[in-house]
C-alpha cells in the first residue's frame, strides 16, 4: 500500500488548505485513515482519524471546529480540510492508514512522505 499527500504549502494566518491522501495497492480489509503532523522539536500528533465508514471521526482540541477529515472509498482518497489556519498549524502532515484502531499511532500500518503546511503569521 502506498499513501501519496498533496495539497500541502504556504498560508497566510485566516487562511484555508485542503490535503488529500490517495492510497494504492491492494488494501485487504476495510481501514481506518488518519492525519498526522509533526513540528520542528516537538513530537508526531493525531490531528483527525475517520473510520472506514466515516461515521466515527476523531480531532485534537487544537483543531476542533477548524478541521473536517473525510473520506471517498471509490477514490481511496482521504482528504483534510484546514480552515482558519494558525501560525502553530505549520507542520509537516502525514497520513495514515490503520487496519485497527484509530486513536494510536503506533497501530497504523502503512504512513504518507509527507506535505509541508506553513501558516504565516
Known amino acids: 500500500v502506498q499513501l501519496v499527500e498533496s495539497g500541502g504549502g504556504l498560508v497566510q494566518a485566516g487562511g484555508s488548505l485542503r490535503l488529500s491522501c490517495a492510497a494504492s495497492?491492494?488494501?485487504?480489509?476495510?481501514?481506518?485513515m488518519g492525519w498526522f503532523r509533526q513540528a520542528p522539536g516537538k513530537e508526531r500528533e493525531l490531528v483527525a482519524a475517520?473510520?472506514?465508514?466515516?461515521?466515527?471521526?476523531y480531532y485534537v482540541d487544537s483543531v476542533k471546529g477548524r478541521f473536517t477529515i473525510s473520506r471517498d472509498n471509490a477514490k481511496s482518497t482521504v482528504y483534510l480540510q484546514m480552515n482558519s489556519l494558525k501560525p502553530e498549524d505549520t507542520a509537516v502532515y502525514y497520513c495514515?492508514?490503520?487496519?485497527?484502531?484509530?486513536?494510536?499511532?503506533?497501530?497504523?500500518?502503512?504512513w504518507g512522505q509527507g506535505t509541508q503546511v506553513t501558516v504565516s503569521s
Open positions: 495514515a492508514l490503520s487496519y485497527s484502531t484509530m486513536r494510536l499511532m503506533h497501530q497504523y500500518d502503512y
Open positions: 475517520i473510520s472506514w465508514s466515516g461515521g466515527n471521526t
Open positions: 495497492g491492494r488494501t485487504f480489509s476495510t481501514y481506518a
